[in-house]
T-cell receptor
Framework: GDSVTQMEGPVTLSEEAFLTINCTYT??????LFWYVQYPGEGLQLLLK?????DKGSNKGFEATYRKETTSFHLEKGSVQVSDSAVYFCALSDWTNAGKSTFGDGTTLTVKP | DVKVTQSSRYLVKRTGEKVFLECVQDMDHENMFWYRQDPGLGLRLIYF???????EKGDIPEGYSVSREKKERFSLILESASTNQTSMYLC??????????????FGPGTRLTVT
């Protein structure tokens, strides 16, 4: 079945540091890939997505590129802020699996001033 | 903006009680989902629904049931709550078509404690 493996956390960075959160996946079909963010006390919200190979999703300074050859979708940001502290989830959605989403376990990011 | 609301943010119930968690979305989405979120386990799909009166089991349906009588509302039912159902419950919806290409829109979650 489908699966998503995320870099284990927690991750602690200083403000303005570079962020990478690794995400790799296995899927039987040709999935769409997503990054969601969950701020404390809230539900998940979409951060960015990519629906085909080599697509780059971007939002709020975050980027991720759909790499089919390495089955990866790593999240990056060049300069993190304290307000980026949250839990980040990598996910895939596969039409061969009736469009259901599979989520990684989440990575907690804490940014210190 | 899509809005997904859940009936309670925090809920405390006793073992053996019947518990109803309600979810309403206002964007006419056909697809709705219930997940539970536990530390170290990520999100696990309990049930989902592609249309009114339709339901499909997810990965962990045991101990739960669902009801979808209206398109905008998807209810999760714990028939007899147990302590191992203490968790954060998240509802989500997504638009129809192009299965797999659309993101899901989440509610704020209900933190359920069963004592």
């Amino acid at each position: 079945g489908d699966s998503v493996t995320q870099m284990e956390g927690p991750v602690t960075l200083s403000e303005e540091a570079f962020l990478t959160i690794n995400c790799t996946y296995t899927a039987t079909g040709y999935p769409s890939l997503f990054w969601y963010v969950q701020y404390p006390g809230e539900g998940l919200q979409l951060l960015l997505k990519a629906t085909k190979a080599d697509d780059k999703g971007s939002n709020k300074g975050f980027e991720a590129t759909y790499r089919k050859e390495t089955t990866s979708f790593h999240l990056e940001k060049g300069s993190v802020q304290v307000s980026d502290s949250a839990v980040y989830f990598c996910a895939l959605s596969d039409w061969t699996n009736a469009g259901k989403s599979t989520f990684g376990d989440g990575t907690t990011l804490t940014v210190k001033p | 903006d899509v809005k997904v609301t859940q009936s309670s943010r925090y809920l405390v119930k006793r073992t053996g009680e019947k518990v109803f968690l309600e979810c309403v979305q206002d964007m006419d989405h056909e697809n709705m989902f219930w997940y539970r979120q536990d530390p170290g386990l990520g999100l696990r799909l309990i049930y989902f629904s592609y249309d009114v009166k339709m339901k499909e089991k997810g990965d962990i349906p045991e101990g739960y049931s669902v009801s979808r009588e209206k398109k905008e509302r998807f209810s999760l039912i714990l028939e007899s709550a147990s302590t191992n159902q203490t968790s954060m419950y998240l509802c989500a919806s997504s638009p129809p078509g192009d299965l797999g290409k659309h993101e899901q829109y989440f509610g704020p979650g209900t933190r359920l404690t069963v004592t």
